[in-house]
């Protein structure tokens, strides 16, 4: 069994910065995609990120290109997420989700319907 236990959220003011982990047990396989997903009240889970272990792909959603930053602890199936010059209209509850296959196309990372296993949330609440 997948488990995905996801930290590092908080209050941070318009324009910080926080880092979430997303550290996984339980993967049978190496080859994995790690995908963050944030969902705001009333609105639906949006995709954020998304890592392949198999070909160290990483894809961003347009909205938070240059601004947030995947990366990965492989000897700890750790998936980070450094978040910069966050926006208080991004206050949300921050996921990730896992799916063990080998690759995952550009063009489906983001549904969240992709993926098997999830964690439980980390709220990050953005002040302006």
């Known amino acids: 069994e997948v488990q995905l236990v996801e930290s590092g959220g908080g209050s941070v003011q318009a324009g910080g910065s926080l880092r979430l982990s997303c550290a996984a047990s339980?993967?049978?396989?190496?080859?994995?995609?790690i995908a963050w997903f944030r969902q705001a009240p009333g609105k639906e889970r949006e995709g954020v990120s998304c890592?392949?272990?198999?070909?160290?792909?990483?894809y961003y959603a347009d909205s938070v290109k240059g601004r947030f930053t995947t990366s990965s602890d492989n000897s700890k199936n750790t998936v980070y997420l450094q978040m910069t010059s966050l926006k208080p209209e991004k206050t949300a509850v921050y996921f990730c989700?896992?799916?063990?296959?080998?690759?995952?196309?550009?063009?489906?990372?983001?549904?969240?319907?992709?993926?098997?296993?999830w964690g439980q949330g980390t709220q990050v609440t953005v002040s302006s």
């Open positions: 339980g993967l049978t396989s190496d080859a994995y995609a």
């Open positions: 890592f392949t272990s198999e070909d160290g792909l990483t």
């Open positions: 989700a896992a799916l063990e296959v080998p690759h995952l196309d550009g063009g489906v990372w983001y549904r969240p319907y992709e993926y098997e296993d």
